[in-house]
């Protein structure tokens, strides 16, 4: 006979372990330091799939500025940094580089005595009267309210790729699987990346790196600015009128005109416009894909809207994604009862969804929280109203807007 599946109670269970579930983690233990939550991630690491991310990148430096990470006082990568002599980035807003991030937050993990994720990924969730219980491939889990950290999304794909697939392996490569540390060299070689955010111009530049010569498309012209979202929205500039707005029609709008779409702050766009002067970087604005095909030789041949046409030997889709409830599909029945917008829940003011005694974060969160939901400082805001929800005890949710930078670009 078969020992019974494990089954494991506790307060609060976390789906994810990236930087989102580590900040709810963690303002929860300062809310209430005898509460653990149990944390579920399939790697069984914390931020394991966030290195991995940043390093197949090849990313330094982070977007977000000093005063946006996982702890609930704005001030403590800036001390962690300076008193263990880490090297800052140069950059305007003072961003911490990948080093200086990754080191801080395994000591927040080891301060906050956070025990390490469970390896597991959840299959199933169900709600009752007394909480909900979360099904896994290692076991049970019966937590008394439940916070969704995983970042659920779709990927966005052109049209014109999909009749293209699996025509010559290895030739479309979406742009997070692009593993830079383990591309070969390309000298002679052409890559076509499709996008106008970070991910892309970080592509870009490894690419270049090992011989490559760019060409980087995108739908519009190429947007600057130094973080995803205007800063206002990170304070009451614009949220207290976002706030005030009950149409979560309205919202949704807001939120999405708010995102823009991808962009690139100003010391990446000189590192592009340096490589563009080199002619290892060929810019094609403002254009789409008119058409497209494999040749004999298994290079992509395009034709495009406003620039002439190119035949590129790999084509890297740094695309985006977009968040979707939808595509977390261990809430099953559950999907059919929330009420969403283009795959973004419809919370309450405490990120719950529906009734139920589960919280989101993240994007999911965007029609509450504003369009900078995803980001770090989403992450604080978001940890600081589910902690104070689920333990009854505020922490002062300081809203931190990063100040002009001492110049307006920096060469790193």
Not at 27 to 42: E, F, G, K, M, T
Not at 69 to 80: C, G, I, K, M, N
Request: aromatic share 4%; glycine share 10%; charged share 20%.
């Amino acid at each position: 006979m078969e020992p019974s599946p494990a089954i494991t109670q506790t307060k609060v269970c976390i789906l994810g372990a990236g930087p989102h579930g580590l900040a709810a983690a963690v303002y929860l233990r300062r809310a209430d330091p005898s509460l653990q939550p149990v944390v579920v991630d399939p790697t069984g690491g914390w931020l394991t799939g966030w290195h991995q991310q940043f390093a197949r990148a090849e990313i330094e430096t982070l977007r977000s500025p000093i005063v946006h990470h996982p702890s609930p006082e704005p001030a403590d990568l800036s001390r962690f940094m300076i008193a263990g002599d880490f090297d800052r980035s140069g950059l305007p807003f003072d961003p911490p580089t990948t080093v200086a991030f990754t080191a801080f937050c395994q000591e927040l993990i080891t301060a906050t005595g956070l025990a390490d994720p469970l390896a597991a990924s959840a299959e199933s969730v169900v709600c009752d009267p007394d909480g909900v219980r979360v099904e896994t491939d290692r076991g049970s889990i019966e937590a008394e309210h439940l916070v969704v950290a995983t970042n659920p999304h779709r990927r966005s794909i052109p049209d014109w790729v999909w009749p293209l697939l699996g025509r010559q392996p290895g030739l479309f490569v979406y742009g997070t699987d692009v593993d830079l540390r383990q591309m070969p060299d390309l000298t002679g070689e052409r890559v076509l990346i499709i996008g106008g955010g970070l991910t892309a111009a970080h592509l870009a530049l490894g690419a270049t790196a090992r011989g490559a010569t760019v060409d980087l498309l995108t739908r519009r012209p190429l947007q600057t600015r130094n973080f995803d979202t205007e800063p206002g929205w990170l304070g009451p500039r614009h949220l207290r009128a976002f706030s005030q707005d009950t149409d979560p029609a309205s919202r949704h709008e807001t939120v999405i005109a708010a995102r823009g779409g991808g962009s690139v702050p100003p010391w990446m766009r000189e590192r592009l416009d340096a490589c563009v002067e080199q002619g290892s970087v060929v810019l094609h604005e403002g254009s789409g894909v008119r058409a497209a095909d494999v040749d004999q030789e298994g290079r992509c041949v395009l034709a495009l809207d406003r620039h002439a046409g190119l035949t590129v030997d790999r084509v890297w889709l740094a695309t985006g994604t977009v968040a979707d409830i939808r595509a977390l599909r261990c809430l099953g029945p559950l999907i059919d009862d929330v009420p969403a917008l283009d795959g973004i829940p419809i919370v309450d003011d405490q990120l719950r969804l529906c009734s139920w005694p589960i919280h989101v974060m993240g994007r999911l969160a965007m029609l509450t929280l504003g369009p900078a939901a995803g980001n770090l400082w989403g992450a604080q805001r978001a940890a600081a109203r589910i902690a104070e929800a689920i333990t009854g005890r505020g922490l002062e949710e300081t809203i931190v807007v990063p100040p002009p930078p001492a110049q307006a670009s920096l060469r790193a």
